[in-house]
């Protein structure tokens, strides 16, 4: 009788943790007409934007590269009050100068992190076109990346990939304009806020990139 008491307890508890971890309604991530953050919700990639960015992208310039390779990951998020549900383009990258490795951080993709702030490239906003960017694709707007290094240990100190994908001479590519945010001279250790960082600038340089699509 226990048993069947213990059976029906078990079953009871794995179909409310199943319910728990279901999304009761689907909107579009990019949606500006909604709250983000409700129980229950999934911010869905429902347009597919984030897979013109799925794959690898080389930059090279010179003994100098950047191969980056992005993914789409489904997450669950919860708090104290609420689960919720989001699509991410997530990224990590490989990074030569004269042909001497200063970051690789690509292993960091097979490992199922918890959130996508966990990797050192999460997708963050989508900015509107501008005229000067005329060679946009799906859809003609930038998808703004935050961007982190291994060595970067100032909580405050992030980089940008604000980017797009385009084609020239049949061949996909991708812009990046890449910006060092530094939020107001803030020096906060990452693993205590009381101490200052060592970190005062990321290591990659500012500028344009252009990459090319290899995979």
Known sequence: MKNTFYIIVLSLFTSLTIQAQTPTQTVDIYNKNISYGENGVYYKDIDEYFNQYIGTWLYTNGTT?????????YFIKSDEVS???IDALIGEY?????????FNTLNELNINKSSQ???????????????AFFQFTMPRQ???MVYDEPTNDNM???GSFVMHTFVENGQTKLFVNFVNDYANGLNWSKTNVDLPATTT???LPEGEYIFNKVN
């Open 94 to 102: 490989e990074y030569k100068v004269n042909g001497v490795t200063i």
């Open 117 to 131: 702030y966990d990797y050192n490239l999460y997708s963050s906003s989508r900015m509107p076109n501008y005229d």
């Open 142 to 144: 930038r998808l703004v």
């Open 83 to 85: 689960t919720y549900f």
């Open 156 to 158: 405050p100190l992030s």
């Open 201 to 203: 600038q990321l290591t």
């Open 65 to 73: 590269s950047l191969k980056v390779v992005f993914k789409k990951k």
